[in-house]
Nanobody, 118 residues
Framework: VQLQASGGGLVRPGGSLRLSCAAS????????MGWYRQAPGNVRELVAA???????DFADSVKDRFTAFRDYDKNTVYLQMNNLKPEDTAVYYC?????????????WGKGTLVTVSS
């Protein structure tokens, strides 16, 4: 599975950005797609994840501000980030979980930097 992410950049506090991530390759094995982020000095943390069945999970810190959705025809997952805060500054990574039998693998896209600053 290959993941191609885009959409990062510089935005002022209170602004919005949308990240997108397109999956290719053995996409039929993908069960979950989502986004993680890693700020300097911090561990990588889950931001949002969506299962093939549409169940979603969000970090508490973003629940009221971020939404995520998948376009299953385009094999793409989006992260809509609203009311961005400086603490949202991080490198954002697209993630896909592939399940083949009893084997579970995580795939990662190249990170895209989101900077929230005035």
């Amino acid at each position: 599975v290959q993941l191609q992410a885009s959409g990062g950049g510089l935005v002022r506090p209170g602004g919005s950005l949308r990240l997108s991530c397109a999956a290719s390759g053995n996409i039929f094995t993908v069960t979950v797609m989502g986004w993680y982020r890693q700020a300097p000095g911090n561990v990588r943390e889950l931001v949002a994840a969506i299962t093939n069945g549409g169940s979603m999970d969000f970090a508490d810190s973003v629940k009221d501000r971020f939404t995520a959705f998948r376009d299953y025809d385009k094999n793409t997952v989006y992260l809509q980030m609203n009311n961005l805060k400086p603490e949202d500054t991080a490198v954002y990574y697209c993630n896909a979980v592939s399940v083949v039998g009893l084997t579970v693998e995580d795939y990662w896209g190249k990170g895209t930097l989101v900077t929230v600053s005035s």
